[in-house]
């Protein structure tokens, strides 16, 4: 189980290959320990973000047009 938010990164960059956002929330984050709560949407410009926050402070935030994770 990822112990940093850096690890967290990878292992939900790894989990999105061939996957989508409600997968790997369901096997990954739900329940991971860094999560607070659930994921929260908003605009970014015309792209739709999905964010999560974290317990160190920080979010992990998806960008849903291009598929990917990083840490806000």
Same mark, same amino acid.
């Given at each position: 189980?990822?112990?940093? =938010? ?9 989990? &999105? ?9 369901? =096997? ?8 607070? @709560? ?6 970014? @410009? ?10 160190? @402070?920080?979010?992990? &935030?998806?960008? =849903? ?5 990083? &840490? @806000?």
């Amino acid at each position: 189980m990822p112990r940093s =938010s850096d690890e967290l990164l990878r292992q939900c960059m790894a989990a &999105i290959q061939g996957s989508d956002f409600p997968t790997v929330w369901d =096997s990954l984050l739900r329940r991971h320990r860094l999560v607070v @709560g659930p994921p929260v949407q908003y605009l970014n @410009g015309d792209r739709a973000e999905l964010h999560v926050r974290l317990l160190t @402070g920080e979010q992990l &935030i998806f960008d =849903s047009s291009a598929k990917t994770f990083s &840490i @806000g």
